[in-house]
């Protein structure tokens, strides 16, 4: 098992910035891909970032690419979310996930392991 914890979450102005983190334990956390997740009200969990579990670099989602970056510390066990440049429509319930049998997946049933998730609001 692998527990994960987000945080980092909040309101923020549009164009503002937040830092997401999302600590793991349980398990050997170099094993796992780390991803970021997001859910809207009334929408679809949809993939944000992901990272392997050598860092590698995996494309991002067209809505924020060029605006995010995900980062991992294997030796903190954490892995980050940075995100910039933040428009209204980034507001969601932000998720951490883990998987130790893939590179990554953009699809939300592949990951093995999800945190609580972390609010973030972006107001205008």
């Known amino acids: 098992q692998v527990q994960l914890v987000e945080s980092g979450g909040g309101l923020v102005q549009v164009g503002g910035s937040l830092r997401l983190s999302c600590a793991a334990s349980?398990?050997?956390?170099?094993?796992?891909?780390m991803g970021w997740f997001r859910q809207a009200p009334g929408k679809e969990r949809e993939f944000v970032a992901a990272?392997?579990?050598?860092?590698?670099?995996?494309p991002y989602a067209d809505s924020v690419k060029g605006r995010f970056a995900i980062a991992r510390d294997n030796a903190k066990n954490t892995v980050y979310l940075q995100m910039n440049s933040l428009k209204p429509e980034d507001t969601a319930v932000y998720y951490c996930?883990?998987?130790?049998?893939?590179?990554?997946?953009?699809?939300?049933?592949?990951?093995?392991?999800w945190g609580q998730g972390t609010q973030v609001t972006v107001s205008s």
């Open positions: 996930a883990a998987v130790t049998f893939l590179l990554y997946s953009t699809t939300p049933t592949r990951w093995q392991y």
């Open positions: 990272s392997t579990w050598s860092g590698g670099s995996t």
């Open positions: 349980g398990r050997t956390f170099s094993n796992y891909a």
